[in-house]
T-cell receptor, first 109, second 115 residues
Framework: AQRVTQPEKLLSVFKGAPVELKCNYS??????LFWYVQYSRQRLQLLLR??SRESIKGFTADLNKGETSFHLKKPFAQEEDSAMYYC???????????FGGGTRLMVKP | NAGVTQTPKFRVLKTGQSMTLLCAQD?????MYWYRQDPGMGLRLIHY???????AKGEVPDGYNVSRLKKQNFLLGLESAAPSQTSVYFC??????????????FGAGSRLTVL
């Protein structure tokens, strides 16, 4: 069975500090991973996906198959980054996403 | 363009009552999903549908039923509500299966409290 683990429920940093939100997964197939974000009073939305190898709002995430991780990183956190972040793993059939428990990021001024 | 619309946004039920949550999407998406969001547990898939007239069980289907009579609508029903079903429910849709550019579009959520 596939599983996504986000070990930190809450991560609090100061503005300008580096941020790393951890995500580990277990999956027997070829993984496809995503980060979704939910800002206060907004809908859950896609932040980035590993196959695009993109940087969105300064965030990047690299898939490490050896460590089965997909950590989300940003070198300098901003207050507007405060939100709930979810890591998600797609199944082989592509008909469902398994989400981690989420990490709430708080960026203090 | 409304995207994914959920109704109602809030509802309080007594144990044993029944209710239906409606999800409507205007993007001509084939796939639709119902998730529940609970603190510390993230989003868990209840049921999903890969097309009109089809439904399938997700991770936590017990106590819920769904129907997809029309492509644009996906209904989630609770026949006999229990306090354990107190949660925030999210509907989502995708054009096809989740891959590459086909990602989930979420509704705003429906907060359900069962007393």
């Amino acid at each position: 069975a596939q599983r996504v683990t986000q070990p930190e429920k809450l991560l609090s940093v100061f503005k300008g500090a580096p941020v790393e939100l951890k995500c580990n997964y277990s999956y027997s197939g070829s993984p496809e991973l995503f980060w979704y974000v939910q800002y206060s009073r907004q809908r859950l939305q896609l932040l980035l996906r590993h196959i695009s190898r993109e940087s969105i709002k300064g965030f990047t995430a690299d898939l490490n198959k050896g460590e089965t991780s997909f950590h989300l990183k940003k070198p300098f956190a901003q207050e507007e980054d405060s939100a709930m972040y979810y890591c998600a793993l797609r199944n082989n059939a592509g008909n469902m996403l398994t989400f981690g428990g989420g990490t709430r990021l708080m960026v203090k001024p | 363009n409304a995207g994914v619309t959920q109704t109602p946004k809030f509802r309080v039920l007594k144990t044993g009552q029944s209710m239906t949550l409606l999800c409507a999407q205007d993007m001509n998406h084939e796939y639709m999903y119902w998730y529940r969001q609970d603190p510390g547990m993230g989003l868990r898939l209840i049921h999903y549908s890969v097309g009109e007239g089809t439904t399938a069980k997700g991770e936590v289907p017990d106590g819920y039923n769904v129907s997809r009579l029309k492509k644009q609508n996906f209904l989630l029903g609770l026949e006999s509500a229990a306090p354990s079903q107190t949660s925030v429910y999210f509907c989502a849709s995708s054009y096809q299966g989740i891959s590459g550019a086909n990602v989930l579009t979420f509704g705003a959520g429906s907060r359900l409290t069962v007393l």
